[in-house]
C-alpha cells in the first residue's frame, strides 16, 4: 500500500518543491485564504452552538439535535461523494492499466484505492466537520478526552460510508457504463444537496429557539428529544460525543458499533468489491455512446444563436449543444432553480411584521437594497460554473480553436455569450421577486434590476478572463475547475465588484429614501447625484465586461497549441 499511494505524495511534493515564485506567492495566498475561510466558519459555528446551548433547561437537548441534524448531513454527503470518486479512482483513472499489471494482490489494491478515494472526498470533513466539533468542544468546556475521542472517532465516521460508497460504485459498474453512472450519481448528488437544503428550511431549524411556536411544552420537548435510528453510524457519533462533551461516562456500546463497525464495513466490502471488481473493470472500457438532445427548448435557443455574427455563432452552438448533451452540465440548471427557490422563501421568511412606526417603510426598503449583495454572492457563484469554466470546457479540443483564423477577443466574446442567460435569468429573477415580496416600491426594484443586468456582464467578464489566463484543459468536468486557487481568485474579484456597486449605489439610494421618509421630492443637485451615482455604476461594470477579457486574450492565445 505504501508504494501504490506514493506516487501521489510525490507529486504533491514535487509540485511544491520545482513551483516558481510565482506559484508560491499563490498556493501561499490561498492557504491563508482557505485558513482564514476556515477560521471564520469556526467562529460562525461556535456562536451558533453557543446559542443554542444558551437557551434555558433546553439547551443541551438543542445542541444534540443539532450535532445530530449535522452528522446525518455529513454522512449522506460523504457517502453519494465516496461513489462518484470511487466510480473515477477504482474504475476510471488512467493508471489502473499499470497498477493491475503490477505483482499486487486485490486486497492490497483495493485498500489502497480506499484510501485514495478517502482523501479526495473526504475534504468536506475537514472543512465544515472539524469546525463544528472544535465550537462543541469550547462551548462545553471539553477536557482531553473529548479531544482524544475525535481522533478515533472522525476516522470510523468516515471510513463507513468510504467504504459503502466503494460498494455501491462496484455494484452500479456492473450493471451501467462507468461514465453514464458517474453522470447519473452527479446529478444525483446535486439532488440531495437540493433537498437537504428544502428539507432544513422547511424543517425551520430556527423555531427551536423558540418554545412558544409549539402548541404545548410536551410537543416541543418531543420534537427535541426525537432521537435517530439506533443502528445508524451518526448515532453512535454523536452518543459518545456528547457523553464526553457532558462528562458522562463512555457509551461503550455506541463507540464498540462504530469502531467495530467501521472495520466490519471495510472488511466486507473489500470482500465484495474484490468479487465484483474484473467484470466492473471490462465493463468501464466500454465506449461511450454518442447521445442526441434534440427539444424544443434547444431548438430555440440554436436558432437564436444561428442569428448572431458569423464569428461567433458556431462556437455558440456548439457550447449550447454540448451543454444539453451532458446530463453532468444540464443537470445543474436544477441546482439553480432550487437555488432561487430557497432563496426566496428564507426572504418571505424575514419577519418584517417585527418593524412598526413611521421607519418601518424605510427599514422594508434599506433591507431590500442590502439584499443585493446576496444576490450577487449567488450570481458570483453562478458565474463560476459558466463563465469561469467555459475555456476551460473546450477540454483537449483547445487546439482546434486555437489553429483556426479566429481572433482570440472573439472567441472569448463567443464563450461569454452562453453562460450570460442563466446569470441574467437568476440574477433578475432574485432582485426583482425579492424587492416584490419586501414591498420595496418601483424605484428600488428598478434598481435591483438594473444592478442585476450590470453585474451579470461585469462578473462575465471577470469570469471569462480569468477562465481564460488559468485553463484547465485536463479537467474531466466543470464542476472541477472552480475548486482550484483561481476560482477562489475570481469569487474575491467578483465579491470586490459587487462591493465596489454597492458603495457606489449607497449615496443616490440613501438619498431617495431621505426624500420620501420626508414626503418630498428630490431637489435639483440630488437628482444630480443619484443618476451620477448610477451612471459610475453602469461604467464600473461595462469597464469590468471588457478590459479583463481585452487583456486576457492575448495571454490565451500565447499558450500555443
Not at 308 to 330: C, E, G, H, M, N
Request: proline share 5%; hydrophobic share 60%.
Amino acid at each position: 500500500m505504501f508504494w501504490l499511494l506514493r506516487p501521489r505524495v510525490l507529486a504533491l511534493r514535487n509540485g511544491i518543491r520545482h513551483a516558481d515564485a510565482h506559484s508560491r506567492w499563490v498556493y501561499a495566498s490561498f492557504s491563508l485564504a482557505g485558513l482564514l475561510f476556515w477560521v471564520g466558519l469556526f467562529g460562525f459555528l461556535w456562536y451558533m452552538v453557543r446559542g443554542f446551548y444558551a437557551v434555558e433547561v433546553f439547551g443541551p437537548l438543542l445542541t444534540r439535535k443539532l450535532l445530530e441534524v449535522l452528522l446525518v448531513s455529513l454522512f449522506a454527503m460523504l457517502v453519494f461523494s465516496n461513489v462518484i470518486t470511487a466510480l473515477s479512482t477504482f474504475f476510471l483513472s488512467g493508471d489502473l492499466e499499470l497498477l493491475l499489471s503490477l505483482p499486487v494482490t486485490r486486497a492490497r489494491f483495493h485498500y489502497a484505492r480506499l484510501a485514495d478515494s478517502l482523501l479526495q472526498s473526504s475534504t468536506m470533513m475537514a472543512l465544515f466537520g472539524l469546525p463544528a466539533f472544535l465550537a462543541y468542544g469550547l462551548v462545553y468546556g471539553a477536557g482531553p478526552v473529548y479531544f482524544a475521542l475525535l481522533s478515533v472517532v472522525i476516522p470510523a465516521f468516515v471510513l463507513i460510508p468510504g467504504s459503502l460508497g466503494a460498494l455501491v460504485a462496484a455494484v452500479l459498474v456492473n450493471v451501467f457504463p462507468a461514465r453514464r453512472t458517474r453522470e447519473v450519481m452527479a446529478m444525483a448528488g446535486l439532488l440531495l444537496v437540493v433537498a437537504l437544503f428544502l428539507l432544513l428550511r422547511l424543517l425551520r431549524p430556527e423555531r427551536f429557539l423558540d418554545a412558544q411556536s409549539f402548541d404545548s411544552l410536551a410537543a416541543y420537548v418531543a420534537e427535541v428529544q426525537a432521537p435517530i435510528p439506533r443502528l445508524f453510524p451518526p448515532r453512535w457519533t454523536s452518543d459518545v460525543l456528547i457523553a464526553s462533551l457532558q462528562g458522562k461516562p463512555l457509551p461503550w456500546e455506541s463507540l464498540g458499533l462504530l469502531l467495530l463497525g467501521a472495520v466490519a464495513v471495510a472488511g466486507v466490502t473489500r470482500w465484495l468489491v474484490t468479487r465484483l471488481y474484473t467484470g466492473g473493470w471490462a465493463r468501464a472500457q466500454e465506449a461511450q455512446v454518442t447521445r442526441r438532445a434534440g427539444s424544443s427548448g434547444l431548438g430555440l435557443l440554436v436558432s437564436l444563436a444561428a442569428r448572431l455574427p458569423r464569428s461567433l455563432s458556431p462556437i455558440v452552438v456548439k457550447d449550447i449543444r454540448t451543454f444539453f448533451r451532458d446530463p453532468a452540465q444540464w443537470s445543474q440548471l436544477f441546482l439553480l432553480a432550487s437555488l432561487v427557490g430557497i432563496y426566496l422563501f428564507s426572504v418571505q421568511s424575514i419577519p418584517m411584521g417585527q418593524f412598526h412606526g413611521v421607519w418601518a417603510s424605510t427599514i422594508r426598503r434599506s433591507l431590500a437594497f442590502l439584499n443585493l449583495g446576496m444576490a450577487a454572492f449567488v450570481m458570483a457563484g453562478v458565474a463560476i460554473r459558466f463563465q469561469f469554466s467555459a475555456v476551460s470546457t473546450e477540454g483537449r479540443a483547445f487546439w482546434v480553436a486555437r489553429a483556426s483564423p479566429l481572433e482570440p477577443r472573439v472567441f472569448l466574446w463567443a464563450k461569454s455569450l452562453p453562460g450570460l442567460l442563466p446569470m441574467l435569468v437568476v440574477g433578475e429573477a432574485l432582485t426583482v421577486a425579492s424587492s416584490l415580496i419586501l414591498e420595496a416600491g418601483p424605484f428600488l426594484t428598478a434598481v435591483s434590476a438594473g444592478t442585476a443586468f450590470c453585474l451579470a456582464f461585469g462578473m462575465s467578464g471577470i469570469g471569462i478572463a480569468l477562465g481564460a489566463v488559468y485553463p484547465n484543459f485536463k479537467a474531466d468536468n466543470a464542476a472541477r475547475v472552480a475548486t482550484g486557487p483561481s476560482g477562489v481568485l475570481f469569487m474575491v474579484l467578483a465579491l470586490a465588484l459587487a462591493m465596489g456597486v454597492l458603495l457606489l449605489e449607497a449615496g443616490p439610494v440613501w438619498l431617495w429614501l431621505r426624500a420620501e421618509a420626508q414626503g418630498r421630492a428630490l431637489v435639483g443637485w440630488e437628482v444630480a447625484g443619484l443618476v451620477s451615482g448610477l451612471l459610475l455604476v453602469v461604467l464600473l461594470c461595462a469597464w469590468a465586461a471588457v478590459d479583463p477579457i481585452r487583456r486576457a486574450a492575448p495571454k490565451l492565445w500565447q499558450r500555443g497549441v
